[in-house]
């Protein structure tokens, strides 16, 4: 069977080398598409491009940037379902989840084009102090230069586009490196803003193992900054070895979700099941530790199973499938080991946990021991762990008893326990009545503690991408 090429992207024109890398379909290994691993010639040669382009996305007006984005976004949209098709292919996600993804990738590059006509810097009040009287100052926000965008699987194409789209719109250039595994929609969408009138080497795409191109793009004196998404172990690597680069991390987490006493457990559990198993339980703010008060515990964890064992298992392109496969195989295998070594440490399993192939059944676990793993640690996998609480202080505590910080939330009526939750757990986002995988690309996203420094979202990222510069005159003496 003959597979389609996707060449890397690199000032605007194809590239291809002699190391042709297979894509395949997680689910069932099928063979999708063909794309080439870089060397440091053609590593050199992406960074080169967007030296070259950084001055000229620098020299166009907020408009003119803003206007390639608008056009990007109605390009996405116009070309949602062949995007759809390869986000599910290459990921293993459900069709109906990479539907979603394109419409939110699409609104993340809409964002990204209003906040490039937002860019502004501020008046600054020099004569509040003695020596500042007779002049005046204002700041102006400029580009970087070159951003190095390192993306995760999960969500190939949104966690892309919030990452190239307000680099675009600050005036940057960017060299932008998928995760191996899920290149081809990253290629697809360099191609799309070439049709959308960005300048050739603006955006560069160059694919490969990530522990070649990732340290070449860290260490390369050409780069400005590094802006990363995926693990806290490469995260952690790359904040080492960038030296003085700018840098934002978002990485890992194992969310936390408290179930109060008042909550309404319909409610509760209907938003509790998807943000536990949506792609697999492969997103950083997937649900993974749920604690629930012990007088409702019984009977959420009946209605969290029953759940969960509805959730129809099948191919990613199937429209009614709800769960398919992690990224691997091997993956699959550590969250079944995973799910072993809680069982061994005291955890009772109430359903799921069989692994065929790369696809694992939606786990549940109770009275998880918090050293194990699948508390510890991020799962990244189809598995919830449920433990009962007494007072809410107790849950709080066990929240933040994680090296993680990204989101956290709450499902209850009492609005004082709410803020109470919300004031005393150390995360970068808290949501009340919902759970922690909720997320709109608009609004600020990042962590605390290992899950990493910065944040996304538009006009929040632009922030990182742009540095300000002081401009100060002193106004002639009047007579």
Known sequence: MTVPEYPMWIGGSEVRTACPIEVRVPYDQSPFATVFSASARELEAAVQAARAAAPVMRALTRDARAAILRRAYQLLLERREEFARVISSESGKPLREGRLEVDRAASTLLFSSEEAHRLAGEVVPMDASPAGAGRMALTVREPLGVIA????????????????????????????????????????????????????????????????????????????????????????????????????????????????????????????????????????????????????????????????????????????????????????????????????????????????????????????????AVFAQEAFGPVAGLNPFATLDQAIAAVNDSAYGLQAGIFTRDIERAFHAAMQIHVGGFLINDVPQFRVDQMPYGGVKLSGTGREGPRYAIEEMTEPKLISWRLPKTK
């Open 149 to 372: 965008a390192i993306t995760p699987f999960n969500f190939p194409l949104n966690l892309s586009t919030h990452k190239i789209g307000p680099a675009l719109a600050a005036g940057n250039a960017v060299v932008h490196k998928p995760a191996s595994s899920t290149p081809v929609s990253a290629i697809l969408l360099a191609r799309l803003f070439a049709d959308a009138g960005l300048p050739p080497g603006a955006l560069n795409v160059v694919t490969g193992p990530g522990a070649i191109t990732g340290d070449f793009l860290t260490e390369h004196p050409g780069v400005n900054m590094v802006t990363f998404t995926g693990s806290a172990e490469v995260g952690l690597r790359i904040r080492q070895r960038s030296g003085l680069k700018r840098v934002t991390l978002e990485l890992g987490n194992n969310s936390a979700l408290i179930v109060d006493e008042s909550a309404d457990l319909a409610e509760a559990v209907a938003r509790a099941v998807p943000g536990a198993y949506a792609h697999s339980g492969q997103v950083c703010i997937s649900v993974q530790r749920i604690f629930v008060h012990a007088g409702i515990f019984d009977e959420f964890a009946e209605r969290f199973a029953q759940a969960a064992q509805a959730l129809p298992i099948g191919h990613p392109l199937e429209e009614t499938t709800a769960v398919s496969s992690l990224i691997t195989q091997q993956e699959a295998e550590r969250i079944e080991g995973w799910i072993r070594q809680a069982q061994t440490e005291g955890a009772h399993r109430i359903t799921g946990g069989e692994r065929q192939g790369a696809t694992v059944r939606p786990t549940v676990l109770t009275h998880v021991p918090p050293t194990a």
